[in-house]
């Protein structure tokens, strides 16, 4: 594997994790928004899946965003007799978004993607040396 390979290899780990940050932001953003009618459903927790593809023209295994799903966790309940989408007994559905969760797993794909971040540096670094030392 040369240079030029690393850095495409670090790079499409960047875009992995920065659809994973977008899509905990979204989480967090939305760990409160619950259900406007009785019996609707609130917001529910989307995850990311990483998968590897295959790039002939490179010769490179990349990692890519295999899917975005849902949770399947079930949603909290919380008592609100007032809200618009209580139940019959005053209780409202809550999303299943766990904030300290969240800030933990965004934690990780920051520091995941700072790691490729730092990869592509070091090897630009690697290649500017390179051309200095072969002027």
């Known amino acids: 594997m040369d240079l030029q390979d690393a850095m495409r290899l ?3 780990g960047m875009r992995a994790q920065g659809t994973r940050l977008r ?7 939305n760990s409160s928004s619950m259900a ?3 019996g609707g459903e609130p917001y ?3 995850l990311v899946s990483f998968g ?3 790039d002939r023209e490179l010769g490179l295994e990349k990692v890519r965003v295999a899917s975005i799903f849902t949770d399947k966790d079930s ?4 008592f609100m007799p007032g809200h618009p989408a209580a139940d019959e007994d005053g209780y409202v559905l809550t999303p299943n978004v766990n904030p300290l ?3 933990a797993d965004m934690r990780e ?7 490729n971040l730092r990869a592509i540096q070091t090897v630009r670094m690697m290649l500017t040396r390179t051309m200095e030392l072969l002027k």
């Open 10 to 12: 670090s790079a499409s």
């Open 52 to 54: 590897t593809v295959m």
């Open 23 to 29: 899509v905990i932001a979204e989480n967090v953003a």
């Open 44 to 46: 529910r927790r989307k």
């Open 36 to 38: 406007q009618a009785p």
């Open 75 to 78: 949603f909290g309940r919380k």
């Open 109 to 115: 794909a920051q520091r995941t993607y700072e790691a």
């Open 101 to 103: 969760m969240e800030m």
